[in-house]
């Protein structure tokens, strides 16, 4: 099964910034919206932020205004920076389609991302 593959998590301080990326190989990913999920410790996976082919955006309350989605659709690629990051956004990261169907990717193994002093 197709895998992307998920880089760039860290350990960050509070209010600090980093940028994921996600590269997915394939007609998965230039056909449909891509989704960046997360899990966090104890908690279910959740959608984070979702760009379309044509680059319409959608984020989660808790994450808007602070995190931004982008795709680079001739390099398969799509980024999450993420700013003023609160321990909250402790967790794992995996980029995937949206929704999710049949057809989506195999989860990968993801990017952990931890917030903390």
């Known amino acids: 099964q197709v895998q992307p593959v998920e880089s760039g998590g860290d350990l960050v301080q509070p209010v600090g910034s980093l940028r994921l990326s996600c590269t997915a190989s394939?007609?998965?990913?230039?056909?449909?919206?891509m989704g960046w999920y997360r899990q966090g410790p104890g908690k279910p996976r959740e959608l984070v932020a979702r760009?379309?082919?044509?680059?319409?955006?959608s984020y989660a309350d808790s994450v808007k205004g602070r995190f931004t989605i982008s795709r680079v659709n001739a390099k398969n690629v799509v980024y999450l920076q993420m700013n003023s990051m609160k321990p909250e956004d402790t967790a794992v990261y995996y980029c995937?389609?949206?929704?999710?169907?049949?057809?989506?990717?195999?989860w990968g193994q993801g990017t952990q991302v931890t917030v903390s002093s």
């Open positions: 995937n389609t949206y929704p999710l169907y049949s057809g989506s990717f195999a």
């Open positions: 760009i379309t082919n044509g680059g319409s955006l």
């Open positions: 394939g007609s998965i990913f230039s056909l449909n919206a």
